[in-house]
């Protein structure tokens, strides 16, 4: 089995998930992509520990999903806030700072 | 195709199927579910890369936890449960094109990278006693630093949703 | 349970403690117990208290660590990797660490002003509710804003420190996420601001994920993530020239956004402008120093036999980065985006240090970021004292005339942009003049022509304010001036540093000088 079969999958993932931020508008929804890169992120660490036979990747990942945590517990917090003043979780409202 | 493969080929597929899911689905909730398969489908890939530590904690922090959190946050921002027709921003063909674009530049790296790399299957690489020894050793000072990263995460929340800091004692002397 | 537990790892299957070298690395625990501390007063003081010690616990801290970070430098024997190998302490770190901890005690002067008032009252209560308004009138503050700083000010620390790529990536972390909410907290203006906080974080996570993906082709390549591991690999001219390239593509973008250089510098201009001015002066120094630190230990240390691979992209980088952010602030109408577009034109003027790649390119970089910092903070501390009904008069015109109401303020902002321009005698003139002369002599001379060309196009916009606020008349209802002792303090304090650098500039270029003679530890 080929670790490029993963890294492959995981390069996929990835687009896909960077696509998501670039089409969705909902906030919320963006995030859920920028969620689906850190995983594909992660599914790249894991393989490359395989491959190199190290566990330094695994780590890694295991650090990132934690990150990954603090990183929604802030982002609902601010999307929550800009809610409660807005009523919409639209990113393209989100329009005062345009030029 | 060796027991392996097959695993791996169902997992990705599951995992890509869904993925797409959610960034084409209208409905919010909808998206949130298809989330859930895809980082199930990848805790099973990291069971088939033996990485077991890392599968359970995938389970527990991002199916458990994350997209619990994502599931609140679509139900305290009384986003439509049903179809939500804006949902897309207008420039989807731009966007399209500058993913195909990304998804061929990373394929042919790895591909290039890694075409005819073999890996053997063994046990045990990542259990979480070989983990932890790593953890507390070499990465000790990082994982410290992540705890902080936690706390001030933790008390960001607290500043940005608490509504009755300084309201409860000024409305007792109101009254 | 337990005993299969103990009898699994008692055949030396105990891990040994790790060696920490507290000494060496005492600066960034100072700052990040004085955060967990903070935390602690927000527990437990009682609430008319807590200002009142949270504002010299953490000025303590901030001195505390500069201080330690000045022993360090004296003892002249800095060369060691700390903390198992995930942090490097050096010469260029050093000056760095101690560049960051004094720049950001002149913003936490700005930021612990009660008098101007930038915070919300109650980050949580709706804009214009009678709970923001009960909340405003009663005079309390949110002084979880104290904790946070000095969080972010840890990260800042951790970040150009880190000699792994793991932990430059928590760092990242640790320095964004408490940025990102302190960016929405601003008093006026709240929906603006709370926008520029929703786009910082998603603009600032996207980019932190193409980050993590370079981290992870760079570790495919070599096996690890320490930076020296990778300079090893590649200088063995070993395994995927590919992965490698793309990891130092992708890598290099989520640095290049942290510090705002075309074509990632979106989010600078709508951040600096929503956040609250004494946050915002907080990112145009402090985290722009950190970025910097970073983006020059990755590239001196991990990809230093790669210099002709990385050249060519950074060049174009760096060009349009200058050209772009001097012609776009000729275009803005905002005071505070105004700097913000000059800030991403002096990130192109940093970067040609970088590309010099050579010990004066790093010495003088190293210099650059110091004076460009204290100019910054000053001039941003200018801004808040420039008040209207509403709060800040951030709109151009309202600042004209200025120069007849209040000459002293509209000289120190003049005086600020023609340092930001380079004139001659101010700091600006020494830094662009160091980073130049090691480009061209690191064959670099295009981006210096370059360079020269948009510092003249930026100065003509600088000269228009000047001329706006002293040679036209005052409106009648025109902005007053309202400046409270402890901005008049950084005010002063960015002045001082921006004439000391501009007129004896010689004992800083000689410790900068110093501190890179060594170069990057690895």
Known sequence: MSPGHYLALSAILFTIGALGVLVRRNAIVVFMCIELMLNATNLAFVSFSRMHGNLDGQIIAFFVMVVAAAEVVVGLAIIMTIFRTRRSSSVDDVNLLKY | MTGQEIVFALLGAVAVGSGIMVVTTRQLVHAALWLVLSFGALAGMYLVLTAEFVAWVQVLIYVGAIVVLLLFGIMLTR???????????????????????????????VVMGFGDAKMPLEAGGGSAEALGSAVFRTWVLPFEVLSVLLLSALVGAIVLSRTDIGGARSRGKGD | ?????????????????????????????????????????????????????QVPLAFLGLAGGFAWTIVLGLRDETHAVAAEGALGVDGPTLFLQGTILILALVSLLLIADRGTGSFAAQAAALPGSEAEQRTTAAGIIQTEVFPLLMFAVGGMLIFPASNDLLTMFVGLEVMSLPLYLLCGLARRR?????????????????????????????????????????????????????????????????????????????????????????????MASCTLVSAFGAMLRVFFVAFENLTWEWRPAMWGVSIITMIAGAVIAITQTDIKRMLAYSSIAHAGFLLTGVIATSREGLSSTLFYLAAYGFTTVGAFAVVTTVRDAGGEAGHLSRWAGLGKRS??????????????????????????????????????????????????????????????????????????????????????????????????PQPVLDLAGHAATQMFVR
């Open chain 3, 190 to 282: 709240r929906l603006l601001s709370q926008e520029a906080a929703v786009k910082y974080f998603l603009l600032g996570s996207f980019s932190s994920a193409f980050f993590l993906y370079g981290i992870a082709l760079l570790y495919g390549y070599a096996g690890s993530v320490k930076l020296g591991d990778i300079a090893a690999e590649a200088g063995r001219d070993a395994g995927s020239e590919t992965l490698l390239l793309g990891g130092i593509a992708l890598l290099a973008l989520g640095l290049l956004f942290k510090l705002g250089a075309v074509p990632f510098h979106m989010w600078k201009p709508d951040v600096y402008q929503g956040a609250p001015t004494p946050i915002t002066a907080l």
């Open chain 3, 407 to 504: 000459p002293l303020i509209a000289g120190v902002f003049a005086f600020f942009l023609l340092a930001f321009a380079g004139i001659p005698l101010t700091s600006g003139f020494t830094g662009k003049f160091a980073v130049f002369k090691a480009a061209v002599e690191a064959d670099a001379t295009p981006l210096v022509v370059v360079g020269v060309i948009s510092s003249a196009i930026a100065a003509f916009f600088y000269v228009r304010v000047i001329v706006v606020m002293f040679f036209s008349e005052p409106e009648a209802d025109g902005p007053t001036v309202v400046v409270s002792p402890a901005t008049a303090a950084a005010v002063v304090l960015g002045l001082a540093a921006t004439v000391v650098l501009g007129v004896l």
């Open chain 2, 79 to 109: 986003a439509p449960i049903g179809t939500a027709p804006d949902l897309d921003s207008g420039n989807r063909w731009i966007a399209a094109a500058v993913a195909v674009a990304t998804a061929a530049l990373l394929v042919t790296v």
């Open chain 3, 1 to 53: 349970m337990t005993s299969h537990v103990s009898a699994a790892l008692a055949p030396g299957g105990d891990i040994p403690a790790p060696h920490i070298e507290y000494g060496q690395i005492m600066p960034i625990l100072l700052v990040l117990g004085v955060a967990v501390a903070g935390v602690l007063v927000e527990a437990f003081v009682g609430r008319t208290w807590r200002y009142t010690v």
